[in-house]
Nanobody, 125 residues
């Protein structure tokens, strides 16, 4: 069973950048599609970005397009989310997730099998 650990969250001013990283242990996730989701206080968890097992296919929420980039390094068993031009509305806990059974990215959280504990991202105005 894969274990996912996120890192890289923090406090940043609007317009700034952060790079989140997700490290998988106990099991390789090289054959899994990977995704990032986020949850703000009082709101439901929402999709941010996802990448196929091979890294050649990506999917983004409209709110992330043009600002966020998802990437993966299967040799290191890691997935990253580069976030630029951050806005206060990006403030949330960000979760990494692994989706087995299919190699392709998905925006549907119920299709993901493993989840990390989350990392807080706070964007000040």
């Amino acid at each position: 069973q894969a274990q996912l650990v996120e890192s890289g969250g923090g406090l940043v001013q609007a317009g700034g950048s952060l790079r989140l990283s997700c490290a998988a242990s106990k099991q390789t996730v090289s054959s899994y599609a990977m995704g990032w989701f986020r949850q703000a206080p009082g709101k439901e968890r929402e999709f941010v970005a996802a990448v196929s097992w091979g890294g050649d296919s990506t999917l983004y929420a409209d709110s992330a397009k043009g600002r966020f980039t998802i990437s993966r390094d299967n040799a290191k068993n890691t997935v990253a989310l580069q976030m630029n031009s951050l806005k206060p509305e990006d403030t949330a806990v960000y979760y990494c997730a692994a989706k087995g059974g299919s190699l392709f990215p998905s925006s549907r959280p119920w299709e993901y099998d493993y989840w990390g504990q989350g990392t807080q991202v706070t964007v000040s105005s």
